[in-house]
């Protein structure tokens, strides 16, 4: 008999000490689940699926918050549909923000550029701008 993509689900889910239901098979790439959803045929978020089987539709135009900000839980208790703005609200105050950058520049005073859509490391952003110049030189002297 074939399994329904709820019992797919549950049959691929750990609860951890918090309550959350960790699924443990694919995820997107960007770390939420994700599940072949026979009904709809197609690929859905494993949250999703969960959140519809065991609570209702969701809303149109909400997104479901993750209350306990693990992506991989599909508890329908941890979800709460809410506004995409009040998603992304919520998340960024559950994010601490970086002390360093990618390639572990301090985010300092000194180190700091602040602009209209954020920061950046200073000494990220000048290496870059001497790659740039560099590869522009480079060209225009191929070209002479």
Known sequence: ??????????ARVEVDEAGCWIFTGADNGHGYGSV??????????????MYEAMVGPIPDG?????????????NPGHLEPVE???????G???RPKAEVCKYGHPYDEQN???HKNGRDCRECHRRRSLAYVHRKNKLRGAAA
Do not use: F
């Not at 008999?1 to 549950?10: D, G, N, P, S």
């Not at 918050?65 to 992506?71: F, I, K, P, S, Y």
């Open 36 to 49: 072949w959803d026979s009904e709809s045929r197609s690929r859905r978020g494993a949250h999703r699926v």
């Open 92 to 94: 960024a105050q559950a």
């Open 112 to 114: 700091t550029r602040i």
């Open 1 to 10: 008999m074939k399994r329904t993509t709820v019992e797919r689900i549950l």
């Open 84 to 90: 995409p703005a009040e998603n992304t609200r919520r």
């Open 62 to 74: 909400l997104h479901l918050d993750h209350l306990c900000r693990v992506r991989r839980c599909c």
